[in-house]
């Protein structure tokens, strides 16, 4: 069975600060790698995937996630916060070698807070 | 840009009562998806659906759930008999592949049973 781990609940960055979400996961083969961001009464939105090739993989609203095989994680990260960014943060992962139409296994979510 | 519609936004129902979630995904999109996250709580996959059938469903998709793409566009959640147990948000999502394609939700049905 395949599991993702957010070991934390919430996140505090200040203003123009780096910030990191960490996440690590669980799966029998190979994984494909996603991070969705959830605002208040919205659905998730899609950020990054990582599928192969180069480990430091890029997203939208200049955030990025950096896939580390050997310690299976994948942290999101971005070079300077803004206050727009605060929001809740979902890892998550499905095998490749499951089939075509399994679901995604997500994380139980980051809570991103970015202080002026 | 296209978006996955949910209607309605909020369903309130009283235990035992049947109910349908309706979501239309994007327009080109071929695999369809029902997750839902119960308050507080990780988003949990219930159901995929390719090809008019069911291709994947999870554990907790039992007797009482049953999915269906009744015209083509929509993409309904039934559920028979609600529990108190099933409240909680349901996001459908669509996708125009297999595997490594991302999910694109919409913004869900909180469903409050009572």
């Known amino acids: 069975a395949q599991s993702v781990a957010q070991p934390e609940d919430q996140v505090n960055v200040a203003e123009g600060n780096p910030l990191t979400v960490k996440c690590t996961y669980s799966?029998?083969?190979?994984?494909?790698l996603f991070w969705y961001v959830q605002y208040p009464n919205r659905g998730l939105q899609f950020l990054l995937k990582y599928i192969t090739g180069d480990n430091l993989v890029k997203g939208s609203y200049g955030f990025e996630a950096e896939f580390n095989k050997s310690q299976t994680s994948f942290h999101l990260k971005k070079p300077s916060a803004l206050v727009s960014d605060s929001a809740l943060y979902f890892c998550a992962v499905r095998d490749r070698a499951g089939g075509g139409a399994d679901g995604l296994t997500f994380g139980k979510g980051t809570h991103l807070i970015i202080q002026p | 840009e296209p978006e996955v519609t949910q209607t309605p936004s909020h369903q309130v129902t009283q235990m035992g009562q049947e109910v349908i979630l309706r979501c239309v995904p994007i327009?080109?999109?071929?695999?369809f998806y029902w997750y839902r996250q119960i308050l507080g709580q990780k988003v949990e996959f219930l159901v995929s659906f390719y090809n008019n059938e069911i291709s994947e469903k999870s554990e907790i998709f039992d007797d009482q759930f049953s999915v269906e793409r009744p015209d083509g566009s929509n993409f309904t959640l039934k559920i028979r008999s609600t529990k108190l147990e099933d409240s909680a948000m349901y996001f459908c999502a669509s996708t125009a592949g297999t595997t490594y394609y991302e999910q694109y939700f919409g913004p869900g049905t909180r469903l409050t049973v009572t």
């Open positions: 799966v029998s083969g190979n994984p494909y």
């Open positions: 327009s080109n999109h071929l695999y």
